[in-house]
T-cell receptor
Framework: DAKTTQPPSMDCAEGRAANLPCNHS???????VYWYRQIHSQGPQYIIH???NNETNEMASLIITEDRKSSTLILPHATLRDTAVYYC?????????????FGTGTRLLVSP | NAGVTQTPKFQVLKTGQSMTLQCAQD?????MYWYRQDPGMGLRLIYY???????DKGEVPNGYNVSRLNKREFSLRLESAAPSQTSVYFC???????????FGPGTRLTVL
């Protein structure tokens, strides 16, 4: 079962910041939050991940609340090519092995 | 460096037919995965292979078998295809300590 909850869709104007929320209230202390996106039914593409500190890379920023029950993915200057389904994922442990548990994602539409 | 490749890209089967979906990676991944994605849904894990020579069931293994032929190749077999197996199938790989799963382009399977 997915451990995350996301809004089904969001809109954003080109050039503006896109802020995608995610709830993961049952996350365990050693489980990471991952974000992937999927464009036009291609294979999902990794964006960013974090445990409890905020993270930033060339694609996005990840803000995780202090209680770790929710997070926000920020695309600072959305472009039309950022239109995609964004998945917030918890990486869970199965013994010594880790797996990603996908939810249904947020469909982000970036408009001119 | 092709990353993760999948063959075929498209396939149409009749109910009861069998086929094997092929996946290969040239990124020296230890772990490999097979997912399926139904329309409007997130990815669900079918089988995974934590390392060469081992395979384990994921969330939805019924009707499928897998073979980790060597470190590079991980195949998914449908012995007797059913319409419920119509889906897009994604293969992915990751290293033992890697933080990112790399996905292939997918195989679109229709079972009539």
């Amino acid at each position: 079962d997915a451990k995350t909850t996301q809004p089904p869709s969001m809109d954003c104007a080109e050039g503006r910041a896109a802020n995608l929320p995610c709830n993961h209230s049952t996350i365990s202390g050693n489980e990471y939050v991952y974000w992937y996106r999927q464009i036009h039914s291609q294979g999902p593409q990794y964006i960013i991940h974090g445990l409890k500190n905020n993270e930033t890379n060339e694609m996005a920023s990840l803000i995780i609340t202090e209680d770790r029950k929710s997070s926000t993915l920020i695309l600072p200057h959305a472009t039309l090519r950022d239109t995609a389904v964004y998945y917030c994922i918890v990486r869970v442990w199965i013994g010594s092995f880790q797996k990603l548990v996908f939810g249904t994602g947020t469909r982000l539409l970036v408009s001119p | 460096n092709a990353g993760v490749t999948q063959t075929p890209k498209f396939q149409v089967l009749k109910t009861g037919q069998s086929m094997t979906l092929q996946c290969a990676q040239d990124m020296n991944h230890n772990s490999m995965y097979w997912y399926r994605q139904d329309p409007g849904m997130g990815l669900r894990l079918i089988y995974y292979s934590a390392s060469e020579g081992t395979t384990d069931k994921g969330e939805v293994p019924n009707g499928y078998n897998v073979s980790r032929l060597n470190k590079r190749e991980f195949s998914l077999r449908l012995e007797s295809a059913a319409p419920s197996q119509t889906s897009v199938y994604f293969c992915a790989g990751t290293g033992q300590f890697a933080d990112e799963q790399f996905f292939g382009p997918g195989t679109r399977l229709t079972v009539l």
